[in-house]
């Protein structure tokens, strides 16, 4: 049984040579989850964007993708993110490990709790349902095992960061941008959104490696935004995204003392 999952998001739709593909039914239609050996362990891996790159930001099968990973018994999920830098002093080829993010998208299934009824780890759960998601956003022992890695391994990264998830397709105009930096925000992507919540909501652990590909529109001068530019600087970063994540699996405690873990106590409203 894989106690940790990886999330591939674009430029990364291998991890493991060897694997195999299993089909899991879930309530949101059949996931697709490859399993195979990581760091001298079996690991879950799901392709966000499918393994051709065919599925967009808003058509990711969020709450199928996580609750396959619940089913199949994973605990903990590492995510990848390609992301547009908010800051000049980030520039492209940065890896950014979010503690917080901001949610900005529109037209998604933002939450497994809508009113009728979901087995989640053996218990039915009917009705409301308001997880917490402070004072960690994300997971901080996975956040804490990628830190140690990266420094073991050499990998400079910056071990924090506001993640703001827009919602695509296209990239962002200047004055989005100018405005996601006056509130806070250090990255820019489409994908890291609703996932972290859903993952909460199946109290899995969850965090994210972000590698920066490009400026957001108008940063750093940037005055055109391409796919071919995240393509490229994601593929010069993948070896070192792909050391990280088997650095930082043994690197993950066994069990969980996080409070992702306890995720649904207290959190549960409605009552009968
Ligand atoms: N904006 C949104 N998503 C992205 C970007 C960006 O600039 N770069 C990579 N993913």
Same mark, same amino acid.
């Given at each position: 049984m894989p106690r940790i999952a990886i999330i591939g998001g674009s430029g990364v739709y291998r991890v493991m040579d060897e694997r195999k593909s299993t089909?899991?039914?879930?309530?949101?239609g059949t996931v697709e989850v490859f399993l195979?050996?990581?760091?001298? *362990?079996?690991? #879950?891996? +799901?392709?966000?964007?499918? %393994?051709?790159?065919? =599925?967009p930001p808003f058509k990711v099968n969020y709450r199928g993708n996580l609750y396959a990973l619940m089913e199949l018994g994973v605990e903990r999920v590492i995510a990848t993110n390609a992301v547009g830098s908010l800051r000049e002093d980030y520039p492209p080829g940065t890896i950014l490990i979010p503690d917080d993010f901001m949610d900005?998208?529109?037209?998604?299934?933002?939450?497994?709790?809508?009113?009728?009824?979901?087995?989640?780890?053996?218990?039915?759960?009917?009705?409301?349902?308001?997880?917490?998601?402070?004072?960690?956003?994300?997971?901080? *022992?996975?956040? #804490?095992? +990628?830190?140690?890695?990266? %420094?073991?391994?050499? =990998?400079?990264?910056?071990?924090?960061?506001?993640?703001?998830c827009m919602e695509g397709?296209?990239?962002?105009?200047?004055?989005?941008?100018?405005?996601?930096?006056?509130?806070?925000?250090?990255?820019?992507?489409?994908?890291?959104?609703?996932?972290?919540?859903?993952?909460r909501e199946l109290e899995m652990c969850y965090a994210?490696?972000?590698?920066?590909?490009?400026?957001?529109?108008?940063?750093?001068?940037?005055?055109?935004?391409?796919?071919?530019?995240?393509?490229?600087?994601?593929?010069?970063?993948?070896?070192?995204v792909i050391a990280l994540i088997e650095e930082t699996i043994p690197l993950i405690p066994k069990e969980r003392a996080c409070p992702c873990s306890r995720a649904l106590e207290g959190a549960v409203i409605t009552k009968k």
């Open positions: 089909l899991v039914d879930t309530p949101f195979g050996n990581l760091s001298g *362990e079996e690991v #879950a891996f +799901i392709p966000r964007h499918g %393994e051709n790159h065919e =599925i900005f998208t529109k037209r998604r299934d933002y939450t497994y709790y809508d009113g009728g009824e979901i087995k989640v780890r053996g218990r039915v759960i009917r009705g409301v349902v308001h997880v917490s998601m402070t004072p960690h956003p994300y997971c901080p *022992e996975i956040r #804490a095992a +990628i830190k140690s890695a990266s %420094e073991k391994l050499g =990998i400079e990264l910056v071990d924090k960061g506001v993640y703001c397709n296209r990239f962002e105009t200047p004055a989005e941008i100018r405005a996601l930096r006056i509130l806070g925000g250090d990255v820019v992507g489409m994908t890291g959104c609703p996932e972290a919540t859903l993952a994210s490696i972000n590698v920066v590909t490009n400026y957001a529109a108008g940063v750093g001068g940037n005055v055109k935004l391409t796919q071919d530019e995240v393509a490229e600087i994601f593929s010069k970063r993948i070896e070192d």
